[in-house]
């Protein structure tokens, strides 16, 4: 699979998401990398996804000015499941699913509860 194509179905997920997540999400940009660096992997586990930033529910009266959180997907740990098309397409929406959800203010535990 090229980038132009994982950043395609990347995009639908994003179009996807339910109208009020898209109205909830704020200062949020949504990238796609190759592979994870040893830092944002420091299991070596194949990450998939990675939120970086203050979620939604964390955020205080006074925030502003800040850089936008980061959602990144990797494109290659999802390519080397090495998934049937219609599998893949239904793991990239879960990844940006969790990632949008971390976002949100919902915690490992929760999306474990939620099947994500």
Sequence with gaps: MKRAEFEQLVDESLED??????QAMD??????EDWPTPEQDSHGT????????????????????FLPDRITLFM???LELRLPPR??????????LHEVA???GIDDARLDELGY
């Design 102 to 104: 971390h976002h949100l």
């Design 17 to 22: 998401l339910p109208s009020w997540v898209g």
């Design 46 to 65: 194949g990450l998939l996804g990675l939120y970086e930033g203050v979620n939604l529910h964390d955020r205080a009266s006074g925030y502003s000015g």
């Design 27 to 32: 200062n949020l940009h949504v990238v796609v």
């Design 87 to 96: 599998r893949l397409r239904a793991q990239i929406r879960k990844t940006v």
């Design 76 to 78: 290659g740990p999802h």
